[in-house]
């Protein structure tokens, strides 16, 4: 069967589209070497980005797309996907060796708010979850689906595309190949794109040179109980800095903390490229963790909350 398109990457950008051209009649196949649900970082929203995703659903009649875009909506529609409420952003500024402190005035916190409504707010995406979730909608929706399949060839032909990969199951897997008038190169990373058409690679010069070190975690206490315990919680929040996308900022470095209603909690530490080489290799386990341990140990209030 030759596809209208065809999209490599299961990815929010892949599956969305995917579900718009299929809403729009067309027959399109969306591959990807992972299977859902997988690990995939970005997963707080903006009202930029929610209002976006709102006028998509408008447009192109997605009426189940609508809820994904606020807090509120999401939890009544969608009650399976695990998401997090984000009322805005909080930042707080850290001192090596010392337990978080701050002045009346709030010289060293700042809370950012986006939203005037818990019903209304922005939210942060288990992407685990909503990516297997869009990519059920778009199958649903009418597009073919093969996962688990990794891209070994991409060629040109007269009218369109041939694309062949190779099931990544076993050794030696089963080599398939589809034909499409439009190629979609949903990576993200350009991968495909950029390895199979001999494009130019410039993603270099958008890199930032930092680097960050993330994972989710259980049991991470909430920040606003830390504050509240220390005698450092203001009277009258304009909402609670865990309801937000939690900024810890530490010198040169800063770590982010996403609260889901699971219980879970996205954490990262991000700092220039150069510092993470002082950790030795970290391609390797056991040299990430012990950077995540002496990281924290610098920061004893953010190490009070991580466990
Ligand atoms: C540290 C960090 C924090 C971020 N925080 C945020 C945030 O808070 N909010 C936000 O909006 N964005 C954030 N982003 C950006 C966000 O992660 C990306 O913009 C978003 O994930 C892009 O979605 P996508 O669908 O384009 O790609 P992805 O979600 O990366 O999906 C790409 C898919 O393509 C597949 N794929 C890749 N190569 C191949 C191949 N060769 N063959 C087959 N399949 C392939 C992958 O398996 C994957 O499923 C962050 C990014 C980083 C690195």
Same mark, same amino acid.
């Given at each position: 069967?030759?596809?209208?398109?065809i999209? =490599?990457?299961?990815?929010?950008?892949?599956?969305?589209?995917?579900?718009?051209?299929?809403?729009?009649?067309?027959?399109?196949l969306?591959?990807d070497?992972?299977?859902?649900?997988r690990?995939?970082?970005?997963?707080?929203?903006? /009202?930029?980005?929610?209002?976006?995703?709102?006028?998509?659903?408008?447009?192109?009649?997605?009426?189940?797309?609508?809820?994904?875009?606020?807090?509120?909506?999401?939890?009544?529609?969608?009650?399976?996907?695990?998401?997090g409420?984000?009322?805005?952003f909080?930042?707080?500024?850290?001192?090596?060796?010392? /337990?978080?402190?701050?002045? /009346?005035?709030?010289?060293?916190?700042?809370?950012?708010?986006?939203?005037?409504s818990?019903?209304?707010?922005?939210?942060h995406?288990?992407?685990?979850d909503?990516?297997?979730?869009?990519?059920q909608?778009?199958?649903?929706?009418?597009?073919?689906g *093969?996962l688990? =399949?990794? +891209?070994?060839?991409?060629?040109?032909?007269?009218?369109?595309?041939t694309?062949?990969?190779?099931?990544?199951?076993?050794?030696?897997?089963?080599?398939?190949?589809w034909?499409? *008038?439009?190629?979609?190169?949903?990576?993200?990373?350009?991968? =495909?794109?950029?390895?199979?058409?001999?494009?130019?690679?410039?993603?270099?010069?958008?890199?930032t040179?930092?680097?960050?070190?993330?994972?989710?975690?259980?049991?991470v206490?909430?920040?606003a109980?830390?504050l509240?315990?220390?005698?450092?919680?203001d009277?009258?929040?304009?909402?609670? /800095?865990?309801?937000?996308?939690?900024h810890?900022?530490l010198g040169?470095?800063?770590?982010?903390?996403?609260?889901?209603?699971?219980?879970?909690?996205? +954490?990262?530490?991000?700092?220039?490229?150069?510092?993470?080489?002082?950790?030795?290799?970290?391609?390797?386990?056991?040299?990430?963790?012990?950077?995540?341990?002496?990281?924290?140990?610098?920061?004893?209030?953010?190490?009070?909350?991580m466990?």
């Amino acid at each position: 069967m030759r596809y209208d398109a065809i999209i =490599v990457g299961s990815g929010f950008a892949g599956n969305l589209l995917g579900w718009i051209l299929a809403e729009c009649g067309w027959r399109v196949l969306i591959v990807d070497r992972e299977e859902h649900p997988r690990f995939a970082i970005g997963e707080s929203s903006t /009202p930029l980005g929610d209002m976006l995703l709102e006028r998509l659903a408008d447009h192109y009649g997605l009426t189940a797309l609508k809820p994904l875009a606020r807090w509120g909506t999401c939890r009544q529609a969608l009650p399976q996907l695990r998401v997090g409420k984000k009322r805005g952003f909080s930042y707080f500024q850290h001192l090596p060796g010392k /337990p978080f402190a701050d002045t /009346p005035a709030h010289d060293h916190s700042l809370m950012v708010a986006a939203s005037a409504s818990d019903a209304s707010s922005d939210l942060h995406w288990m992407r685990s979850d909503v990516d297997a979730w869009l990519y059920q909608q778009a199958c649903q929706a009418g597009c073919a689906g *093969r996962l688990g =399949v990794e +891209v070994i060839n991409l060629q040109r032909d007269g009218a369109g595309w041939t694309l062949t990969a190779q099931d990544r199951a076993e050794q030696g897997g089963e080599i398939e190949q589809w034909e499409c *008038r439009e190629f979609i190169d949903a990576t993200g990373s350009s991968d =495909v794109a950029v390895r199979y058409l001999g494009l130019n690679d410039a993603s270099e010069r958008l890199l930032t040179r930092t680097g960050c070190l993330f994972g989710h975690f259980r049991g991470v206490a909430g920040f606003a109980d830390w504050l509240e315990e220390h005698g450092l919680a203001d009277a009258s929040p304009i909402f609670n /800095p865990d309801d937000a996308a939690q900024h810890h900022l530490l010198g040169n470095a800063w770590m982010w903390m996403l609260r889901f209603v699971d219980g879970t909690t996205s +954490v990262g530490f991000v700092q220039p490229t150069s510092q993470w080489g002082t950790f030795g290799d970290l391609a390797c386990k056991s040299a990430r963790m012990d950077a995540w341990q002496i990281l924290l140990a610098r920061y004893p209030s953010i190490y009070d909350l991580m466990h």
